[in-house]
T-cell receptor, first 115, second 115 residues
Framework: DAKTTQPTSMDCAEGRAANLPCNHS???????VYWYRQIHSQGPQYIIH???NNETNEMASLIITEDRKSSTLILPHATLRDTAVYYC????????????????FGTGTLLAVQP | SAVISQKPSRDICQRGTSLTIQCQVD?????MFWYRQQPGQSLTLIAT?????????ESGFVIDKFPISRPNLTFSTLTVSNMSPEDSSIYLC????????????FGQGTRLTVV
């Protein structure tokens, strides 16, 4: 399994960019990096995913380093409603390197957006 | 995207009884999963619900305790059997298409309290 490491918590001022780091140093070449968030008392919400190239959608940007060992999720203008636990996930592979369809969640980063 | 509905949204149950949680997806999906989220913790994968066959359970979870059904591509149930207070958790259903780069969607969860 490719493991991910994230800071336990982060603060961000409202209106500023929130940059959430994730280390995945054992990632395999065909494994995607996924980001989800969970707002209190809700189910996880998909944000973005990527393989090698940087990705951007209406919610966030994903920056993946060239060696793919780490990535950063960027929320360009954080609002109070972005306060949530953010999970960086690398999909599980089998013993022989084949992809599975399971998403295994780590402990995530609690992002607190401050007014 | 897919919309996932779970029933019930919450319940309070007596120890020793069983509760069946239903998960309905608004479109045909290949993969369905059940997760547990204990208070203050991250999500733990219980099992993959396989259509027309027995579910695939993760380490630490067994069919006798968490029987799962998936009679078709859009519906699954999870039963929490012979409940004890330690089973008090949020149970979440997830669905996704098969293949690399597909995102997973989650229900809002079922909040179970065992007294």
């Amino acid at each position: 399994d490719a493991k991910t490491t994230q800071p336990t918590s982060m603060d961000c001022a409202e209106g500023r960019a929130a940059n959430l780091p994730c280390n995945h140093s054992t990632i395999s070449g065909n494994e995607y990096v996924y980001w989800y968030r969970q707002i209190h008392s809700q189910g996880p919400q998909y944000i973005i995913h990527g393989l090698k190239n940087n990705e951007t959608n209406e919610m966030a940007s994903l920056i993946i380093t060239e060696d793919r060992k780490s990535s950063t999720l960027i929320l360009p203008h954080a609002t109070l409603r972005d306060t949530a636990v953010y999970y960086c996930i690398v999909r599980v592979t089998t013993r022989y390197g084949g992809a599975t369809n399971k998403l295994i969640f780590g402990t995530g980063t609690l992002l607190a957006v401050q007014p | 995207s897919a919309v996932i509905s779970q029933k019930p949204s919450r319940d309070i149950c007596q120890r020793g009884t069983s509760l069946t949680i239903q998960c309905q997806v608004d479109s045909q999906v290949t993969m369905m999963f059940w997760y547990r989220q204990q208070p203050g913790q991250s999500l733990t994968l219980i099992a993959t619900a396989n259509q027309g066959s027995e579910a695939t359970y993760e380490s630490g979870f067994v069919i006798d305790k968490f029987p799962i059904s998936r009679p078709n591509l859009t519906f699954s149930t999870l039963t929490v059997s012979n409940m004890s207070p330690e089973d008090s958790s949020i149970y979440l259903c997830s669905a996704r298409g098969q293949g690399d780069g597909t995102e997973a969607f989650f229900g809002q969860g079922t909040r179970l309290t065992v007294v």
